[in-house]
């Protein structure tokens, strides 16, 4: 079967995006892409939606071929390619358990800007799910087993996410987060699903989140994982509810924060970024698969021009 596939980042966390029909068999692809090609983190799939209300469907698999139930950096780029498909400024995406508002927004010089919604949040440990001593939440609160100065928060975007909030010095490496992260996301007694494990640091101006992600590992970026961290250093009043950077090795987005009546409004916005075209052969039977061709779209330049712009805007602990 011969495939059209897009090379396509959020903050340099890099997806193949398809669009087609739904299939079963998208995280043997997604597995067999991401073999091929180690830089990527997984696959976009872009279907018709059964929803009156929304313009697309978006599915996202792991490089490990399991199925998350969002992506926000992949949500990004999903936005950019269903409006410029479309002809739209803003558009409606059906996810696995929301349909999510998604808007384009003015470009930072050449890169391509789009804004998303992540939702729906749930800090209930029965929604990750996560079992601890029978707790129905945990919000900043250390879990002793692993320390007893870290305060971690789990919440659900709903992907599921372990945050802890940590000194610049446990950003550097990532052995201990990585300890964690692996355990947790292999057989354990607390996250029956695994989940995405991010260490927040206060930055000079706003938060710096490196993330181990279930079903992939490190990545550049998470992009749910930063929301969530985002939301996690307003209750931590590291940063003011409202717009807060956060920065991350891929680069930098703005998470917007509102504290409501009936909870939290979460939004992402950062790039989304067209890397190169595909041809792939994809033998479904087996894994003698092989690109065909490939085409640069060229964005990747000035994308990288806008990295060496905000990293340098104090993206730095302190
Ligand atoms: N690894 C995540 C899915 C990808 C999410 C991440 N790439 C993002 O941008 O939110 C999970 O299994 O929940």
Redesign the pocket.
């Known amino acids: 079967m011969e495939l059209k596939l897009m090379k396509v980042h959020?903050s340099m966390?890099t997806f193949y995006l398809y669009e087609g029909a739904d299939r079963s068999d998208y995280g043997v692809l997604a597995e067999e892409l991401c073999r091929l090609d180690p830089e990527v983190?997984?696959l976009l799939a872009v279907l018709p939606s059964s929803s009156s209300s929304a313009n697309a469907r978006m599915r996202?698999f792991?490089k490990d071929g399991?199925e998350?139930?969002?992506?926000?950096?992949?949500l990004r780029c999903v936005a950019r390619y269903v409006c410029e498909r479309d002809g739209l400024e803003n558009a409606v995406i059906e996810t696995m358990k929301a349909n999510l508002k998604v808007e384009k927004q003015a470009s930072d010089g050449s890169i391509a800007m789009y804004a998303v919604e992540i939702s729906p949040v749930s800090f209930k440990l029965a929604d990750l799910p996560m079992a601890y001593e029978g707790n129905e939440e945990w919000i900043l609160k250390p879990l002793p087993f692993i320390s007893e100065t870290i305060l971690f928060t789990a919440v659900a975007v709903p992907?599921?996410h372990l945050i802890g909030i940590v000194p610049a010095e446990l950003q550097k490496g990532g052995a201990h987060q990585q300890k964690w992260a692996e355990f947790f996301n292999g057989p354990n007694d607390y996250f029956s699903d695994?989940v995405?494990v991010s260490y927040v640091t206060k930055a000079e101006d706003g938060i710096f989140v490196k993330t181990f992600?279930?079903?992939?590992g490190f990545?550049n970026?998470?992009?749910?994982?930063m929301t969530a961290s985002a939301l996690v250093g307003c209750l931590a009043g590291l940063v003011p509810y409202g717009d807060v950077s956060v920065f991350n090795p891929g680069g930098m987005v703005k998470c917007s924060v509102i504290k409501g009546d009936s909870g939290y409004s979460l939004q992402l916005a950062g790039n989304a970024t067209y890397l190169s075209n595909h041809l792939f052969l994809w033998q479904e039977s087996g894994t003698n698969s092989e690109f065909i061709s490939s085409e640069l779209l060229g964005e990747q330049r000035d994308y990288e021009d806008f990295i060496l712009k905000t990293s340098t805007i104090s993206g730095q602990f302190v």
């Open positions: 959020g966390n983190d997984g996202v792991n399991s998350a139930s969002m992506c926000g950096n992949g992907n599921p695994g995405n992600e279930r079903g992939v990545t970026a998470c992009g749910t994982a």
